[in-house]
């Protein structure tokens, strides 16, 4: 069974500061997780996946997220938040890929203050 | 050239009727997905085939038939529509697990525009 939660359901930065975004996992196996990005009436895109080549994860914009097991932990940063950060963001983990089944976060939404 | 989409992107309803949300995409992928948006963005898959075989069946009401006349195309048929049904329905695609490159490729999936379904 794999669960996922994130922790925040809103984060307000202001513009310019570092964003973190919370998510915590539970994963009988070997998990793939990844986040995804929401826009305003938009569909959803991927930010960044976990790969077990490497704990530190870097996707688009500037986003990166590290991968504790210890921790069962992958939250997602970004060191300078921008205006078109703006927007609602997945955490998702699947450990059943045999069947392609993820399992969704709660999502949070992130708010950028000029 | 869009990856993943989908038709209408916007269905007002009455209760009762029956309504379709098209699926097409544009990637080869061999498997297709639905996901139900509820008011609080909560995301939860409904269905999922497989170059057109149903891998994954949630708990789901009989009211909704997923039919897919080819593995490019994944159409959601709704009867007697219900308040509850209005959300926003998403389509995805990823990678069939033979031709992945990796273990994470295979899990990838790419999404639709959505469509926001209103039920009055």
């Known amino acids: 069974a794999q669960s996922v939660t994130q922790l925040d359901s809103h984060v307000s930065v202001s513009e310019g500061t570092p964003v973190l975004l919370r998510c915590n996992y539970s994963s009988s196996y070997s998990p793939s997780l990844f986040w995804y990005v929401q826009h305003p009436n938009k569909g959803l895109q991927l930010l960044l996946k976990?790969?077990?080549?490497?704990?530190l994860v870097k996707g688009i914009n500037g986003f990166e997220a590290e991968f504790k097991k210890s921790e069962t932990s992958f939250h997602l940063t970004k060191p300078s938040a921008h205006m078109s950060d703006a927007a609602e963001y997945f955490c998702v983990v699947s450990d059943e890929g045999g069947y392609q089944k993820v399992t969704f976060g709660t999502g949070t939404k992130l708010q950028v203050i000029p | 050239d869009t990856a993943v989409s989908q038709t209408p992107k916007y269905l007002v309803t009455q209760m009762g009727n029956d309504k379709s949300i098209k699926c097409e995409q544009n990637?080869?992928?061999?498997?297709m997905y639905w996901y139900k948006q509820d008011s609080k963005k909560f995301l939860k898959i409904m269905f999922s085939?497989?170059?057109?075989?149903?891998?994954i069946n949630e708990t789901v009401p009989n009211r909704f038939s997923p039919k897919s006349p080819d593995k490019a195309h994944l159409n959601l048929h709704i009867n007697s529509l219900e308040l509850g049904d209005s959300a926003v329905y998403f389509c995805?695609?990823?990678?069939?697990?033979?031709?992945?490159?990796?273990?994470?490729?295979?899990?990838?999936?790419?999404f639709g525009p959505g469509t926001r379904l209103t039920v009055l």
């Open positions: 995805a695609s990823s990678q069939d697990l033979k031709l992945a490159t990796d273990f994470f490729s295979y899990n990838e999936q790419f």
């Open positions: 990637l080869g992928h061999d498997t």
């Open positions: 976990y790969t077990s080549a490497a704990t």
């Open positions: 085939y497989n170059n057109k075989e149903l891998i």
